[in-house]
């Protein structure tokens, strides 16, 4: 007789135990990794001035320099993006023409699942006669696929990204932002 409100008891904190393991901060993968949010990430200082279509409270998470080009990612309140333009080597001088995209974060219930760290929407388009892009945002992760019209690889990558070839595709990369795990997945889940 004694052991059955033992066994109750025992069945109850585990049945309660297992209801309180959420993460109220973060989203979880299906393995039960929680992402840091992007927002949550730490920045990074933009070599030079920041691009002019930049404005507003935003935080850069990653910037990669391609020759005399560079691609600055970036997340603000409720929308992430990035800018691809030249340089500008001189106080005042606007950078040269290049690509801007946005995207917002996914309303509850919409967006892909393309990769973890989802659900993502997504924008693209196309810059100069070979350049063009697609940006995927999530609030834990950022996906951009970007073709810069150049035979090179990124020379330098700053902040929380990862940088892979896409395959069977030349000189086009995957820029992945978001903390260590996310970017671990999603490069997994992109080369399977």
Same mark, same amino acid.
């Given at each position: 007789?004694?052991? @059955? ?84 080597? @001189? ?12 995207? @917002? ?15 993502? @929407? ?71």
């Amino acid at each position: 007789m004694r052991q @059955t409100p033992a066994i109750g008891v025992a069945l109850i904190l585990l049945l309660t135990g297992c209801e309180g393991g959420g993460t109220p901060d973060g989203e979880s993968s299906a393995n039960g990794a929680r992402f840091t949010p992007l927002v949550e990430l730490e920045g990074i200082s933009p070599s030079g001035d920041p691009p002019d279509d930049m404005a507003g409270p935003v935080k850069v998470l990653s910037e990669l320099q391609y020759g005399q080009s560079r691609l600055t990612a970036y997340v603000k309140a409720g929308s992430c993006g990035f800018i691809a333009a030249a340089k500008s080597d @001189t106080p005042g001088n606007p950078a040269g023409n290049g690509m801007h995209l946005v995207s @917002t974060w996914p309303a509850d219930g919409d967006g892909s699942d393309r990769y973890p760290a989802g659900p993502y @929407t997504s924008a693209s388009g196309a810059g100069d006669p070979k350049a063009w892009a697609s940006v995927l945002c999530s609030r834990n992760a950022m996906v951009i696929e970007y073709a810069s019209g150049e035979e090179r690889a990124p020379e330098q990558a700053r902040g929380q990204v990862t940088v892979t070839q896409v395959t069977n595709t030349p000189a086009t990369f995957r820029i992945v932002i978001g903390d260590h795990t996310a970017r671990q997945q999603i490069v997994n889940r992109a080369e399977n």
